[in-house]
């Protein structure tokens, strides 16, 4: 059915009007175009509000933030105390036995020094299992019901990871050692799980996202690849999906291309994306792998979850099925590992994509490979907000000014946003304020400012690049016929606003693949 909307400004467009049909966008122009166009009562008029493509979230994990949101959300906690006060009323809601499962904690908001441990969590639930995520998700913190259950004890080693019996601190591929005893999702589960994160997503504007799910809350990859194809098919989902492929080990990825899925498989709903791997950890708990120690605590350097042969065998894998690889890795030392596969395993050009996942503490002479190499580097400008106050006292002056090098990245290669949720709410307007002042949300703290992006940057960061990033910029990414009727409304035109202004405005509603799913 044909709808048209009329006196609205439009991001990278003189038009203020255009109309749609089905799933696509048919026509754009002036007012007087559309309105001669179309019947007066398929007309809406969007009294000069500002029409963005639908926004493309490139890394997130729709499936951990929609089971994040069903559990107890920590994010809001100030203390140790706090995270037990949530925790208890979340427990009303659960049966005897069930897990207690929690994710967002930041021990660097907790003003009063607190710490969580596992003799806390004993002291308080001592019943039933507990397993909380740090709000990275490369930490958690576990009581000793969970650990009786996983079967560690004292000296329990662990690959790529680390379990501190005493603690109950788990890091890093510790982690997956936890989930593998956590009761598995069925089918109807990660559809619910899923269905409120894509609803979640629509109220902000996303109608597309690059999303890491297939080990994130169970090993179960083909459950949920079966899960995803399922609802594509039926067109029950209201986000686009581009799955960025994690497996447990080697043999899973095998069996994976083994029954004819590689990067491109699959429909404009649902879609096979590049292999994910993930290399080291995150700066917040100190598990990033630097080069140097951590300029705040010399004892730590963190360290790598893989090492740079498995990396190759990985990528060297995938490049034979024309799948691109890309590379979570947070730490100058992660990045050198990554870097120096790329270098012999990326083609000219880098025409699968092959890519860096976060962009965060790097060198100079890093930052030079990647541009050479034309490497995709997939953003978290929301991240400023948080790591801008502890960049300096982690990674020290020196190495704090050449990292996160957003405009740089934006400018010389292909450079996309996301938010990694649930690590961050998924919300691309506060993103480009981020991106824009590189200032903390309280205003305190800033990064390097001459890699701030300017409005129109931020913004095609989250629309057009996105679609380059997933090789869809033909029908994703602008407002323009032919392309795909994906986009939002928001209540004022934020290249005009003051940039500390620019997270004040909202969405009002949400369109993908031509139907309304969202609406304020
Ligand atoms: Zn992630």
Redesign the pocket.
Known sequence: MLKAFVNCRIFDSEDTAFAIDGDRIVKTGSDEDIRAFAEEDVITDLQGMFVVPGFIDT???MLGLGYTLTNADLTGCRSAADVIRVLQAHCKNLNEGDWLIGRGYNEDHFDDGSVLTKELLDRYFPDRPAALKRVC?HVMTVNSRTLELAGICADTECDGGRILFDSGRVEENGIAVIQEVQPRPDADAIRAYLHKAMDFCNTKGITCAAS?DFISITSDQPLVLDTFEKMSFRSDMTVRINEQCEFTDIDQFAAFLDDGYTMDVGNDLFRIGPLKLITDGSLGARTAAMSRPYHDMPSEQGYMCMDEDEIRMYTKLANKFNMGTIC?AIGDEAVDKVLAVFKDEVLEGNPLHHGL?HCQIMRPSQIAQVLKQHLSCYIQTLFIDYDSSILKDRAGSLLARSSYPFRTLYEGTLTSNGS?AP?ETPDPIRGIQLAVTRKSLDGKSQMEPSECLSVDQAIRSYTVKGAEQLFMDDRLGYIREGCYADFAVIDRDIRECEPEDISKASVVCTYMNGEKVFEK
Do not use: K, M, R
Request: charged content about 20%; overall charge negative; cysteine-free.
């Open positions: 890394h997130l994990h998700g890491d979570h996942v990694d690590v």
